[in-house]
């Protein structure tokens, strides 16, 4: 049984951490490649544009993102990749 654990990437890597993967288009600001310690970037599996931006952060629409996320996945190519690489 695979465990999954959310962190964001500006949190301090922790050593029970295992491996880190992000899942973002884009590279966070402000944090460098050789400090992030991320094993794998997953930008492909990233929210799309428009529902990153139909998002805009905004708490009430949490629900409904998670919604429109997961049919996103269902059609994303990238993650039968990323369940290939034994990465989940």
Known sequence: ?????LRRVYEKPNIIDGERILVDK???RGIRRSSAAIDTWFKKVG???ELR??????????????K????ELDRNIAVEKLMD???I
Not at 1 to 5: A, D, F, L, W
Not at 68 to 71: E, F, I, L
Request: with cysteine; net charge positive.
């Open 1 to 5: 049984m695979v465990t999954i654990k």
């Open 26 to 28: 884009f590279w966070p």
């Open 47 to 49: 929210p799309s544009d």
């Open 53 to 66: 931006k139909w998002f805009s952060h905004d708490p009430r629409r949490w629900d409904s993102f998670v």
């Open 68 to 71: 429109k996320y997961k049919k």
């Open 85 to 87: 690489n034994n990465c």
